[in-house]
């Protein structure tokens, strides 16, 4: 398969699961690749999963947004910020760890953020709505401010919210109205909708949590 081809994608700051199937998705359409990883452990299951299809950076998850060195010289082998080097598409967890990768990202490219869920709704037992609420109002805001910055470069910025994504186990889990748990690959695919064909969509925030975000 070779829908990617061409294109170059950074995945980096983003849950482990989240970011190697996003990975995974890229580079079986024939992307390049950059991957970040919280570790040596990270890395090993990257590279198996991935081969030598990716490029690794390690990155510390609790490393600040602009100590990014490694990363910069990964991005570096792509050429410098501009219309020949750099990536197509970004996919990273926050605004503030997008932030610092924005010049290499090519004009009409895309950015995808992994907005989680907040703690508090977690599950449809434990929720706590006017939290809900202001955490989502917060991340719709930072989502399309970054979008209006980006606009005048055609840039798209959008997000995805994952929740109720399976995770290893610990313990039950009320299941959302869907009746079932979420997977990574459901995350990845619904990430890659947004970069790739919602080619006339940004400042959007995109559930992905078996309708848990909608319950009464």
């Given at each position: 398969m070779t ?8 995945v980096v ?6 970011a190697?199937a996003?990975?995974k ?6 992307a ?13 299951r990257?590279r ?13 998850p ?8 490694a ?17 197509d598409?970004?996919?990273a ?14 004009d009409?490219?895309?950015?995808v953020?992994t907005?989680?869920?907040p703690?508090?709704t ?8 006017d939290?809900?609420?202001?955490d989502t109002a917060?991340s ?5 401010a970054l ?5 005048g ?8 919210a ?9 313990g039950?889990?009320p ?14 695919r619904?990430?890659?909708?947004l ?12 559930p992905?949590?078996?309708g ?5």
């Open positions: 829908r990617y081809a061409g294109s170059r994608a950074v700051g983003q849950e482990p699961g989240i190697l996003i990975a998705r890229l580079v079986e359409g024939g390049q690749v950059l991957l970040t990883v919280g570790g040596q452990e990270e890395r090993a990257a198996t999963e991935l081969g030598s299809a990716a490029r690794l950076v390690v990155l510390a609790s490393a600040a947004p602009g100590d990014r060195g990363l910069a010289g990964e991005l570096g082998r792509w050429g410098g910020p501009g219309e020949d080097g750099g990536a598409l970004l996919f967890g926050a605004v503030d760890t997008a932030r610092p990768l924005l010049p290499w990202v090519r009409g490219g895309a950015v953020l907005s989680p869920v703690p508090d977690a599950t449809p037992d434990t929720a706590a709505p939290t809900a609420v202001s917060a719709d805001t930072a989502v399309g979008a209006s910055e980006l606009a470069r055609g840039i798209r910025v959008n997000a995805v994952p929740g109720c994504i399976e995770a290893p186990p610990a039950a889990v299941l959302p109205p869907l009746g079932r748990l979420g997977s990574a690959e459901e995350v990845a619904a990430a890659l909708f970069a790739t064909d919602a080619t006339f969509t940004t400042g959007a925030r995109l992905v949590d078996g848990l975000g909608r319950r009464p």
